[in-house]
């Protein structure tokens, strides 16, 4: 038996069996000649025969090795194939997980930026609502400036036009003292005129500014319309009075029903007197606000 074996391929040939059997036959016609035909002869060829089985059994065993080792055909273009693959996805995995980092820090920065312009916002709000307050503040302010400008403008223009006229300023009102005398009603018709009317009486210190006159003056107060109910010329009724002592009184059943600032001696000065009678009087014009 020859065995021959390169990359591809292993070749076992095998002698011609009537060959060999010829030399066996020969070797041992040769052998009994020679007489040496016995036991020796047959553990020879036992061991000839024990070698070719070897030999057999050693170039099935190498084939079986070299098929199971050898890949199948194709088989190293497919692992080359998937080991390329494989590190094309491990390449696009490192490129994916660094993209996946530069857009997370992208993100992160995000976030801060938005959460700095909330926050810059909240106090450009804060700061607007702020300054909406001070300019209606300011607003406010500049029209209460404005109607007291008005006012004070007003109230010029009437310290000079009244002043100019010899009306007297006192307590947030105008007054003027005749120079002559007239009843009741004609004096209050005077003060009409002028855009006035006789003095309403409400306080101590406007019963104190009659007194430093030191004359008999008409004021607006009557009871003409009903008999001992008195009424000042707006219509409201008489609620602190500065009578002087047993006025009012109808002196000798005389028809009293007008009243005037008499006894300036007095802090109760007022006397009821007969309406036709001819008094100095007082006319009151409030400030115009």
């Given at each position: 038996?020859?065995?021959?074996?390169?990359?591809?391929?292993?070749?076992?040939?095998?002698?011609?069996?009537?060959?060999?059997?010829?030399?066996?036959?020969?070797?041992?016609?040769?052998?009994?000649?020679?007489?040496?035909?016995?036991?020796?002869?047959?553990?020879?060829?036992?061991?000839?025969?024990?070698?070719?089985?070897?030999?057999?059994?050693?170039?099935?065993?190498?084939?079986?090795?070299?098929?199971?080792?050898?890949?199948?055909?194709?088989?190293?273009?497919?692992?080359?194939?998937?080991?390329?693959?494989?590190?094309?996805?491990?390449?696009?995995?490192?490129?994916?997980?660094?993209?996946?980092?530069?857009?997370?820090?992208?993100?992160?920065?995000?976030?801060?930026?938005?959460?700095?312009?909330?926050?810059?916002q909240s106090s450009l709000t804060e700061e607007r609502d702020e300054l909406k307050r001070k300019l209606n503040d300011c607003a406010s302010q500049q029209n209460s400036l404005t109607t007291e400008r008005d006012s004070l403008k007003r109230k010029l223009n009437d310290f000079a036009h009244y002043s100019n006229q010899g009306w007297v300023y006192f307590s947030g009102s105008f007054y003027y003292i005749s120079s002559i005398k007239e009843t009741w009603q004609d004096s209050r018709n005077d003060c009409v005129r002028r855009g006035a009317d006789l003095m309403i009486i409400n306080s101590n210190e406007e019963q104190e500014f009659t007194r430093k006159y030191r004359q008999i003056m008409w004021i607006g107060l009557t009871d003409r319309e009903t008999e001992e109910v008195w009424k000042w010329v707006d219509g409201t009724s008489l609620t602190t009075s500065f009578w002087h002592t047993g006025e009012p009184n109808n002196y000798e059943g005389t028809n009293e029903d007008c009243v005037a600032v008499n006894y300036h001696d007095y802090k109760n000065s007022w006397n009821d007197l007969e309406c036709i009678i001819k008094n100095f009087w007082i006319c009151e014009k409030k400030m115009t606000l």
């Open positions: 038996m020859a065995v021959y074996e390169n990359a591809s391929e292993i070749t076992v040939e095998m002698m011609n069996l009537s060959d060999a059997s010829a030399r066996t036959a020969a070797s041992k016609s040769h052998s009994d000649e020679d007489g040496t035909t016995g036991p020796g002869g047959k553990l020879l060829r036992c061991v000839a025969v024990s070698f070719c089985l070897l030999c057999v059994l050693q170039v099935a065993l190498n084939i079986s090795l070299r098929l199971a080792l050898s890949p199948p055909p194709g088989i190293d273009a497919s692992f080359k194939n998937l080991t390329e693959e494989r590190d094309e996805l491990r390449s696009i995995n490192l490129r994916t997980e660094e993209n996946y980092k530069i857009l997370t820090e992208e993100r992160d920065e995000l976030k801060r930026k938005l959460s700095n312009f909330a926050s810059q």
